[in-house]
């Protein structure tokens, strides 16, 4: 079965049209009106020269409009790239240089950020008016100094052109944090990833996936399919919250949207009880543990699911979300190259702690790459050997190291460590790669050290993740300042938040005189790593 989203789509608003699609502070979108929006987009992009196969970048929050631009992408065999709202205009340029876009699509509050994109690829802007998001500078309401874009409403005045049938080959790009150097875009072909997607989409509510686009429709529409309202937390620039989003439109449920940058949990709960959210995507403790926090007292009776991925989720947080109402717990252990490789599953809290379990596609490799997880007390990295993504865009040296073939195989591992308990289960042991995951978010140690080399009082520094309860791991830097310079922690920290997202600001700076380096240039990150937890420990000074 080769098929696209978008026809999907299209299939359950024809079939569905009383259905409602999206919904956003207070406004409801249904399928067809969807789908008419979907086809407006499409004939504005169409007439900028928008073709098959070239790149649009959405540079947006959980908005409606991500959803109207995703399915008029896919529809027109577009390749849609979510950007990381978050980014200063530089890495905004980085990516949309890497990507190749020709298209841009971002909302007033960020127009800060876009007037110092240069990308010289890129023909066709569109703006979204929205309030302007808290901090943004003065200057965001100068009409002097607005971009030169199209305005997203105009689209209205459009009649849809939107294909019947999605065109053979559309792509989507999703950014990845990786091992080391800058995001690389992993390149998914739609139809392969609808394939890996069936799992989420039918057995995880208890159907087996249909075998044709009729039969999908049918289990859309039948009275015996659960009711799913999803309400993705986290940002629809994420895989997880993404994939659960443009699944839950296959099987004609609604996405309850909170369009703005920020998380208020006190609103997300207001909302989810409101319009009875059955399906809650979170970023682990990170969203999780304020979340539960807001909801005592209330609950969430209607939250049937809630779902996480690559981000830690204690047993303790998840005992409190327990307690809100009869749920399962969903945590994934996924990559955006591949997967899901396992799953801890709770059902209430008497399920905790949970095990991870792996999916039938999943191996643990040893050394040499021989498969050991039915060795109990075996340890390897794990590895999925399912339907994968094409690769890395544009990178072929890392796609090959990536995506290995093992006997014939192909196989991606992201270089996760576990032990093999048996019985399919597995404890996960670490990461084998530098690359810090702060609440759901990958950053790369090398940026920021480079971030922080620019001030002139910094001479030297290195940048590693250091556990922490709520985001699993916190971007922790120890700086070598220039003799006599009296620059400190948040001088440095203004200087690095000018430069980089704010998340990967250095939530802990350490200065010292030397980082006592090695002849060979190396720093004993274990010494350190000791050191600073040693700090964190000690009892503050009187």
């Given at each position: 079965?080769?098929?696209?989203?978008?026809?999907?789509?299209?299939?359950?608003?024809?079939?569905?049209?009383?259905?409602?699609?999206?919904?956003?502070?207070?406004?409801?979108?249904?399928?067809?009106?969807?789908?008419?929006?979907?086809?407006?987009?499409?004939?504005?992009?169409?007439?900028?020269?928008?073709?098959?196969?070239?790149?649009?970048?959405?540079?947006?929050?959980?908005?409606?409009?991500?959803?109207?631009?995703?399915?008029?992408?896919?529809?027109?065999?577009?390749?849609?790239?979510?950007?990381?709202?978050?980014?200063?205009?530089?890495?905004?340029?980085?990516?949309?240089?890497?990507?190749?876009?020709?298209?841009?699509?971002?909302?007033?509050?960020?127009?800060?950020?876009?007037?110092?994109?240069?990308?010289?690829?890129?023909?066709?802007?569109?703006?979204?008016?929205?309030?302007?998001?808290?901090?943004?500078?003065?200057?965001?309401?100068?009409?002097?100094?607005?971009?030169?874009?199209?305005?997203?409403?105009?689209?209205?005045?459009?009649?849809?052109?939107?294909?019947?049938?999605?065109?053979?080959?559309?792509?989507?790009?999703?950014?990845?944090?990786?091992?080391?150097?800058?995001?690389?875009?992993?390149?998914?072909?739609?139809?392969?990833?609808?394939?890996?997607?069936?799992?989420?989409?039918?057995?995880?509510?208890?159907?087996?996936?249909?075998?044709?686009?009729?039969?999908?429709?049918?289990?859309?529409?039948?009275?015996?399919?659960?009711?799913?309202?999803?309400?993705?937390?986290?940002?629809?620039?994420?895989?997880?919250?993404?994939?659960?989003?443009?699944?839950?439109?296959?099987?004609?449920?609604?996405?309850?949207?909170?369009?703005?940058?920020?998380?208020?949990?006190?609103?997300?709960?207001?909302?989810?009880?409101?319009?009875?959210?059955?399906?809650?995507?979170?970023?682990?403790?990170?969203?999780?543990?304020?979340?539960?926090?807001?909801?005592?007292?209330?609950?969430?009776?209607?939250?049937?699911?809630?779902?996480?991925?690559?981000?830690?989720?204690?047993?303790?947080?998840?005992?409190?979300?327990?307690?809100?109402?009869?749920?399962?717990?969903?945590?994934?252990?996924?990559?955006?190259?591949?997967?899901?490789?396992?799953?801890?599953?709770?059902?209430?809290?008497?399920?905790?702690?949970?095990?991870?379990?792996?999916?039938?596609?999943?191996?643990?490799?040893?050394?040499?790459?021989?498969?050991?997880?039915?060795?109990?007390?075996?340890?390897?990295?794990?590895?999925?050997?399912?339907?994968?993504?094409?690769?890395?865009?544009?990178?072929?040296?890392?796609?090959?190291?990536?995506?290995?073939?093992?006997?014939?195989?192909?196989?991606?591992?992201?270089?996760?460590?576990?032990?093999?308990?048996?019985?399919?289960?597995?404890?996960?042991?670490?990461?084998?790669?530098?690359?810090?995951?702060?609440?759901?978010?990958?950053?790369?140690?090398?940026?920021?050290?480079?971030?922080?080399?620019?001030?002139?009082?910094?001479?030297?520094?290195?940048?590693?993740?250091?556990?922490?309860?709520?985001?699993?791991?916190?971007?922790?830097?120890?700086?070598?300042?220039?003799?006599?310079?009296?620059?400190?922690?948040?001088?440095?920290?203004?200087?690095?938040?000018?430069l980089i997202a704010g998340y990967k600001k250095p939530r802990v700076i350490d200065i010292r005189s030397t980082l006592d380096r090695t002849p060979t240039g190396k720093v004993d990150m274990r010494r350190l790593r000791r050191e600073l937890a040693a700090d964190q420990e000690a009892p503050a000074k009187e």
């Open positions: 079965m080769r098929l696209n989203y978008s026809d999907i789509w299209q299939a359950v608003s024809r079939a569905l049209p009383h259905r409602v699609a999206v919904e956003a502070d207070g406004e409801v979108i249904g399928y067809p009106d969807l789908t008419r929006q979907a086809g407006q987009l499409a004939a504005v992009l169409d007439d900028a020269g928008v073709r098959p196969g070239d790149k649009v970048a959405i540079f947006l929050y959980n908005r409606p409009e991500y959803m109207v631009a995703l399915f008029a992408c896919l529809a027109m065999g577009v390749s849609p790239v979510p950007v990381n709202f978050r980014y200063r205009a530089g890495e905004v340029d980085e990516l949309l240089e890497d990507s190749e876009a020709v298209a841009l699509i971002f909302p007033s509050s960020l127009e800060h950020v876009v007037r110092d994109v240069r990308a010289a690829g890129v023909r066709l802007r569109l703006r979204i008016s929205d309030a302007p998001a808290a901090g943004s500078p003065d200057r965001l309401v100068d009409p002097d100094r607005l971009v030169d874009a199209v305005d997203f409403a105009d689209i209205a005045r459009y009649a849809p052109r939107l294909p019947d049938s999605a065109p053979a080959g559309g792509e989507l790009l999703l950014y990845t944090g990786g091992t080391t150097g800058r995001p690389k875009a992993v390149v998914w072909a739609m139809d392969e990833l609808l394939t890996v997607q069936l799992y989420s989409i039918y057995d995880a509510i208890g159907l087996t996936p249909p075998d044709s686009l009729e039969g999908m429709v049918e289990v859309a529409g039948s009275p015996v399919t659960p009711r799913v309202a999803t309400m993705p937390l986290a940002p629809l620039m994420h895989g997880t919250a993404l994939f659960n989003s443009m699944n839950t439109l296959v099987l004609g449920g609604s996405l309850v949207l909170l369009p703005q940058p920020g998380f208020d949990p006190q609103r997300a709960v207001e909302v989810a009880r409101d319009r009875r959210v059955t399906r809650l995507i979170v970023a682990g403790d990170a969203v999780a543990a304020p979340l539960a926090e807001a909801a005592e007292g209330s609950g969430l009776p209607d939250v049937a699911t809630v779902i996480s991925a690559g981000m830690r989720f204690s047993d303790e947080v998840k005992a409190q979300l327990h307690g809100l109402g009869d749920m399962t717990i969903v945590d994934l252990l996924a990559s955006t190259e591949g997967g899901p490789y396992a799953v801890a599953l709770s059902r209430s809290a008497q399920d905790l702690p949970a095990t991870l379990r792996l999916f039938p596609d999943a191996v643990v490799l040893d050394e040499k790459d021989n498969e050991v997880q039915d060795v109990p007390g075996a340890r390897g990295v794990l590895a999925f050997k399912g339907t994968l993504p094409q690769g890395y865009h544009r990178a072929p040296e890392k796609t090959a190291a990536t995506f290995r073939v093992i006997r014939g195989v192909r196989h991606v591992a992201p270089g996760d460590l576990v032990s093999v308990r048996g019985g399919g289960e597995i404890d996960l042991l670490g990461r084998g790669s530098s690359v810090v995951n702060t609440g759901g978010e990958k950053v790369y140690p090398v940026e920021v050290e480079e971030a922080l080399l620019s001030h002139p009082d910094v001479s030297d520094a290195v940048v590693f993740g250091m556990p922490d309860r709520r985001f699993g791991e916190i971007v922790t830097a120890v700086v070598v300042t220039v003799p006599g310079s009296s620059t400190g922690q948040d001088e440095l920290r203004a200087h690095v938040d000018a």
